[in-house]
Structures are given as structure tokens and as C-alpha cells.
């Protein structure tokens, strides 16, 4: 059973480009998450998606960024007109969504993102 | 969110146990706790969670106080590949929607071989 596959692992953008993070989540699961770690610091939350809804988009920046989830193919995390600031790890997470608060959340190996 | 306290680094000998604590002195009845680790360079993953009682697995053992207001992983042998940020993070199990994990600074473990 593959795990959560992310795509691309590394991607250099200029400023002022769009960058787009792919997901697919674990077979089964339909819960996924978007987190950021930016250089030298914690992992934060940025949005919570279910097939096709998006739940919780409390840790999106209000502009530029953006995800979705369609019901079929991976979840994208779209960057529009990045900046240096946006340089950082982004990490996705996928769930069974059964009992969730309890159940864990299974990372994939991220997306280092590098903006010029 | 409530919010936990661990310590910013610790080290431990190869093959002797680790006992990394966590407290969490605003913690509800309703909060879980969870303990997830990160590999360097790697994304984090799920190693434990508890409510009120101790629990195992084949990972690493949790050890929650009475009044829960504090917890310690404990990895019975450490080895090199255990040297990581764990992180100890509460769910909260009240509200559907809320399943996003709230990470801190986590503490760092070396592994001295």
C-alpha cells in the first residue's frame, strides 16, 4: 500500500510564477491536509479538504494561495505569483476521516519550494 | 487549542531509554493526546496518542500522569534512527472539523552513539 505521494519534491520558481503542489493521498483515505514548514521553523497548518469541500482553510494566507481537492486526482495546493517568502517545505497529510480526532495523520515526504 | 510545553533539546546514549516529557497544564477532558515525530528531511509521522490511560505500541510507550496534565514518551531503546523533533500535540475530540494538528517547537533528540 503506497504511502502519500507528493510531487513535485523539488521546485525552483521565479518570482512573480505560479507553483503547484500535487497530492495524492493514501488509497482509501479521503481527509487531506496542508501544512508549511518555513526555513528554521515549526509546521503549520494551512487547510483541511475533503473530496471536492474544502473543511478548515483557517491557515491559508488570504491571497495568492489556494487548494482544492477534486473528487478525482490528487489534492493541488496552487501558489500564484510567489514570492521569496513563500520558499519553505510544504507537507501533505491524508486520514480515513473515521473518528477523526483520534485517528493519525499519514505525512508524505513534501515539496521544497524555492522561489529565486 | 491548549497548549503544550516540552523541552527545545535532549540528548541520550544509543540503546538506552528516552523519556521525553510533555506538559500540558491547560489540557480538557476532551483532548487527546498525540505524539508524532519528525526525521530530518523528512515529513513528520504518527508514533503514539492516549486519552487517560498508559499506552504501548510497537513504537514507543506513553506514559500519561493522573491528572493529566503531563505526559512522557518513553522509547525503550534508543538508536540512531530515532534522532528526530517530536512533537506532543493535543486534539481536541468535541468538535468534527477540528482535526487539524497544531504543532510547536517539539524537542529535538540527538542519539550520542
Known amino acids: 500500500n503506497a504511502g502519500v505521494m507528493q510531487n513535485p519534491r523539488h521546485l525552483v520558481r521565479r518570482r512573480g510564477q505560479e507553483a503547484r503542489l500535487r497530492c495524492s493521498p493514501m488509497k482509501g483515505h479521503s481527509h487531506v491536509y496542508w501544512y508549511r514548514q518555513l526555513p528554521e521553523e515549526g509546521l503549520k497548518f494551512m487547510v483541511y479538504?475533503?473530496?471536492?469541500?474544502?473543511?478548515?482553510e483557517s491557515g491559508m494566507p488570504k491571497e495568492r494561495f489556494s487548494a482544492e481537492f477534486p473528487k478525482e486526482g490528487p489534492s493541488i495546493l496552487r501558489i500564484q505569483q510567489v514570492v521569496r517568502g513563500d520558499s519553505a517545505a510544504y507537507f501533505c497529510a491524508s486520514s480515513p476521516g473515521e473518528d477523526p480526532p483520534t485517528n493519525e495523520q499519514f505525512f508524505g515526504p513534501g515539496t521544497r519550494l524555492t522561489v529565486l | 487549542d491548549a497548549k503544550t510545553t516540552q523541552p527545545n533539546s535532549m540528548e541520550s546514549n544509543e540503546e538506552e531509554p528516552v523519556h521525553l516529557p510533555c506538559n500540558h497544564s491547560t489540557i480538557s477532558g476532551t483532548d487527546y493526546i498525540h505524539w508524532y515525530r519528525q526525521l530530518p528531511s523528512q515529513g513528520p509521522e504518527y508514533v503514539i496518542h492516549?486519552?487517560?490511560s498508559n499506552v504501548n505500541n510497537r513504537m514507543a510507550s506513553l506514559a500519561i500522569a493522573e491528572d493529566r496534565k503531563s505526559s512522557t514518551l518513553i522509547l525503550h531503546r534508543a538508536t540512531l534512527r530515532d534522532a528526530a523533533v517530536y512533537y506532543c500535540?493535543?486534539?481536541?475530540?468535541?468538535?468534527?472539523?477540528?482535526?487539524?494538528?497544531?504543532f510547536g517547537t517539539g524537542t529535538r533528540l540527538t542519539i550520542i552513539p
Open positions: 500535540i493535543l486534539r481536541d475530540t468535541l468538535y468534527f472539523g477540528n482535526e487539524k494538528l497544531t
Open positions: 479538504l475533503q473530496k471536492e469541500n474544502i473543511i478548515d
Open positions: 492516549g486519552l487517560t
